[in-house]
């Protein structure tokens, strides 16, 4: 069936360190790809979306590729700053699905 | 204002009890969901709803019941809660287009 597999956390990183968080999929169709963000004790907010393979999605310093050869949408920030620290969550959508599939979510702490 | 919100914020129930958690929305979107988040579980979809006259069961809807009672309102219902429906309940609203979800910031519920 249609899934997300996430790496596992919690990760933690130094101030300024480069991030990647691992996102794969299974999918039958075509989907969308999404990284979500939890920050403590708040709701979920999109963070940058993909609509079809090699296209890249960016915000607030974060990027991810949509790259269909490998199933994969892994997040990647150059530098990662105190702020940063959140659950994020991969996730797709198919054209013709009814709902989301989210990955398990990462946690992330980054340390000053 | 938030464009989702959830009420209430914070809840504690106990065994037996109906309990009803409630969600509106100013984004004119047609599409209504609500998940639960447990640790390590990621989100999981108990209903959602595409129109006032559409509900659907998600992947773990036993136990809960929903309402729709207009475009903007989608109400979740635990009729006799237990205490493993002790989690994180989301709330989220999409457009047609699949642009991402919009999530309110989240009802959490003990079942004690």
């Known amino acids: 069936g249609d899934s997300v597999t996430q790496m596992e956390g919690p990760v933690t990183l130094s101030e300024e360190a480069f991030l990647t968080i691992n996102c794969t999929y299974t999918?039958?169709?075509?989907?969308?790809l999404f990284w979500y963000v939890q920050y403590p004790g708040e709701g979920l907010q999109l963070l940058l979306k993909a609509t079809k393979a090699d296209d890249k999605g960016s915000n607030k310093g974060f990027e991810a590729t949509y790259r269909k050869e490998t199933t994969s949408f892994h997040l990647e920030k150059g530098s990662v700053q105190v702020s940063d620290s959140a659950v994020y969550f991969c996730?797709?959508?198919?054209?013709?699905?009814?709902?989301?599939?989210f990955g398990t979510g990462t946690s992330l702490t980054v340390i000053p | 204002d938030a464009d989702v919100t959830q009420t209430p914020r914070n809840r504690i129930t106990k065994t037996g009890k109906r309990i009803m958690l409630e969600c509106s929305q100013t984004?004119?979107?047609?599409?209504m969901y609500w998940y639960r988040q447990d640790p390590g579980l990621g989100l999981r979809l108990i209903y959602y709803?595409?129109?006032?006259?559409?509900?659907n069961k998600g992947e773990i809807s036993d136990g809960y019941s929903v309402s729709r009672q207009a475009q903007a309102k989608f109400s979740l219902s635990l009729e006799s809660a237990i205490p493993n429906q002790t989690a994180l309940y989301f709330c989220?609203?999409?457009?047609?287009?699949?642009?991402?979800?919009?999530f309110g910031s989240g009802t959490r519920l003990t079942v004690v």
């Open positions: 984004k004119g979107h047609d599409r």
């Open positions: 999918a039958t169709g075509y989907p969308s």
């Open positions: 989220a609203t999409s457009d047609r287009d699949r642009s991402g979800y919009t």
């Open positions: 996730a797709l959508s198919l054209n013709t699905g009814n709902q989301f599939y």
């Open positions: 709803s595409f129109d006032v006259k559409d509900i």
